[in-house]
């Protein structure tokens, strides 16, 4: 875990792929208790710590994720990010090149519990939910393509399912159609870089993610600068 911005409000860390943010049935420490432990050692907090859980990536995501420390900040984030005043900008390395080297995504997504799973579709269906992205390629190698992704929308596995959609599967991603894993069991999605109005102090936050310590990643390092 590695904490990029804080202040008495707001909290900011770049998790790594195979954290979850929150407790659930597989027992793990989430990071929502590595981040109360630091902020209890940091600043000799006796007692519980108060942090409240904002979104979430999924477990085999890296990248931003932004607690409250406050209930006023809790509150205000909650409201914002429903609001889509949150921006969130990600960068996914993909096998196959889209067709064109920019684009809108619109789909509806259909969740199945049971699989854990979102499925995209062209027109609406019933029980889905409408889902928006943008995207751009913004650096090749010899194998792969990396894009930036802009969520307009935020809904379960959106990214991984409508670039699957589109035939451009997240490299590791075998839920969504990668022909192989990636040997850390992460995928090559990270949550690059998070911007909005502080809650509080009205200020323009913007933070951004170091790359995963990871060869392919590093390829495209250069496209970081």
């Known amino acids: 875990m590695q904490v990029v911005y804080e202040d008495n409000h707001i909290i ?6 195979g954290e979850i943010v929150q407790g659930d049935k597989t027992g793990d420490r989430p990071l929502s208790d590595l981040v109360k432990d630091y902020i209890r050692e940091k600043y000799h907090k006796p007692g519980e710590v108060f942090l409240g859980v904002v979104h979430r990536l999924d477990r085999p995501v890296g990248g931003l994720v932004v607690f409250a420390r406050t209930s006023k900040a809790l509150t205000r984030l909650n409201r914002m990010f429903a609001e889509g005043e949150v921006h969130k900008t990600y960068w996914a390395i993909v096998k196959n090149p889209p067709r064109e ?3 809108t995504l619109t789909h509806w997504l259909v969740r199945n519990e049971q699989q854990n799973k979102s499925y995209a579709y062209d027109t609406e ?3 889905s939910k409408k889902a928006v992205l943008k995207y751009r390629v913004i650096g090749k190698s010899d194998h792969y393509t990396l894009l930036e992704v802009r969520l307009l929308t935020g809904r379960h596995h959106q990214i991984r399912c409508q670039l699957a959609k589109m035939g451009c ?3 590791g991603d075998l839920k969504y159609g990668a022909p192989r894993s990636n040997p850390d069991g992460s995928i090559s999605l990270l949550a690059r870089r998070v911007e909005f109005i502080h809650p509080v102090s009205k200020e323009t936050i913007t933070a951004e993610a170091s790359l995963p310590d990871d060869n392919l990643w590093e390829k495209f390092a250069y496209f970081a600068d």
């Open 169 to 171: 599967p997240i490299r």
């Open 12 to 17: 900011i860390v770049n998790k790594r792929s």
């Open 125 to 127: 269906k019933p029980h």
């Open 101 to 103: 080297p920019e684009g």
